[in-house]
């Protein structure tokens, strides 16, 4: 495979890598997975039902940001002719400040909200490589999807689900990588840590640069 087709998976990789910085980081500081909303949405009817008004109000709003990201994500892939990865990415590291600069006093809700609106806006626009539909920003499904692909290729003996397996395996991998990196500097810098997040969005934005001038080179030739 050329350097040009793989620079996806590359990019791809990296920014799992982010995901679970995200992840490991909302886990560790407020108990609350931001990059997914399944909890979320069931708090909200749990809230309705308990007649807990605040709790609802900042739940509901948490879901409203988890959509008005799909939202522009969508509108803006059909309306701008700016590659919305780099959005994306500045996105996230907005929210990466935002999250250091909310005051610790806030309710945890919305303290989540940059992380909530991060990783749903990553989410729609890093969604996979190598033609796999890939979440970047949770694991379940990537997790069920390496484990049918590795039960085909050592218990089925089709070695066709080979680089499927492959792909969500090592996409497994660097979310682990980035929750293992965030999680040490917590430990050493605690809220600090925050920042750490500025390295791998520095290497994707390096990495998206070098594939947009490869695909101009090869379009050339």
Known sequence: MKRLDRMPTYIHMTMAFMGGLWGAYSVVQWTNLGNAHTTNLIKIVLRLIDGDWLEFALCVGSAFLYFLAFALSAYWSKHS???LRYAAIIVEA?????VYFFPQNWPVYTRLYPCVFATAFQWSIFCGAQGFNCA????SNNYRQFSSSFAEVYLNKDPSFRPKMKFFGCTLLFYHF???????ILKAFSSYAIWSG?????VAAVMIHLH???LAVAKVE
């Open 198 to 202: 500025l390295l791998p969005l520095v």
């Open 81 to 83: 002719k700016s590659d």
């Open 178 to 184: 980035g929750v293992v990196y965030v999680y040490l």
């Open 212 to 214: 947009r001038k490869e």
């Open 136 to 139: 970047t920003i949770f694991n």
């Open 94 to 98: 907005v929210s990466l400040a935002a």
